[in-house]
């Protein structure tokens, strides 16, 4: 009920509204938390940081967050930044899993943070990064912020132009930027990097188990299995199509860039991200 709650929200109401009843659902799933779910274990830090650019499984990673076996296992209740109306470099409350943000790392490193915290950043192949925000601009993302613009100019454009206009879009809003930022830091013992595509990929109950004990948090792995399990993307985007909605778990398929970008995408796109590609470590063209 509450899931079907939010999705009417995110649709059918003002900015302004929406952030109001998330804040009020936001309160209200960690009260519950709080009431009925016994902490078994507490993470040894203060805050959890998720950073990340959009299109790389944020509102999956903050699902996970959220679940109460996490907070079984940690003692961190979510939080998200986006309904409190958060000001950078405003600090974030003890205790919490912050997710998700969208933020440099230069900006990052100026944020309060306590004595104990870890951070962990999720990047993704920047071609496919393009192709998700298409899709999901021009048909499936809540209309919020200036998405409805962008979306009215990708739905009278053929698909070529409209991903080399998204290429620009992305690129002025710092999209390559971001991702540029976070892989050229300086190496830290808090912060740590991960794929989508290994989070996603063959061996994610590995990667998700590194990502959470990272964070301090230990879960047994029948409860790290019954968690991927039940937000599992196949799910996810079942679970949409039943209520009637566009999933915005399209595809998440790592390479699908390739189906998309003929010789002028790809020119456009390198000079738009320069040596980008090769520094994050993903696999130049064919």
Avoid at 112 to 123: A, E, G, I, M, S
Avoid at 227 to 237: I, N
Wanted: with cysteine; charged share 25%.
């Amino acid at each position: 009920m509450v899931d079907r709650a939010v999705r009417f929200l995110k649709q059918h109401t003002p900015n302004s509204s929406r952030v109001v009843a998330r804040r009020v659902l936001c309160e209200a799933h960690n009260a519950r938390l709080r009431l009925t779910v016994p902490v078994e274990s507490r993470s040894g830090y203060q805050n959890v940081f998720h950073c990340a650019v959009r299109k790389t499984a944020s509102q999956w990673v903050k699902a996970l967050l959220s679940d109460p076996i996490v907070y079984r296992h940690s003692g961190l209740l979510p939080y998200d930044p986006r309904p409190y109306r958060w000001q950078h470099p405003q600090g974030f409350p003890p205790g919490r899993a912050v997710s998700c943000l969208f933020v440099s790392h230069k900006k990052f490193t100026t944020i309060p943070k306590p004595d104990h915290y870890r951070t962990f950043f999720v990047l993704r192949d920047p071609r496919d990064i393009v192709v998700s925000s298409y899709f999901s601009t021009r048909s499936s993302h809540t209309p919020m912020g200036d998405i409805p613009e962008v979306r009215k100019v990708l739905q009278e454009k053929p698909l070529k132009e409209g991903l080399l206009y998204l290429i620009g879009n992305l690129s002025q809003k710092g999209t390559f930027r971001n991702l540029r930022s976070w892989a050229t830091a300086p190496a830290a013992e808090a912060v740590r990097l991960f794929r989508y595509e290994d989070l996603t990929g063959e061996r994610q109950e590995d990667e998700v188990d590194l990502l959470m004990r990272h964070c301090g948090i230990e879960l047994p792995p029948a409860e790290l299995a019954g968690l991927l399990s039940r937000y599992s993307f196949s799910r996810m985007r079942g679970e949409r199509e039943i209520a009637g909605k566009v999933s915005h778990y399209r595809k998440g398929k790592s390479g699908d860039w390739r189906n998309h970008f003929d010789d002028d995408i790809y020119e456009a796109f390198a000079a738009a991200t320069g040596d980008l590609i090769e520094l994050l470590g993903y696999p130049a063209r064919d």
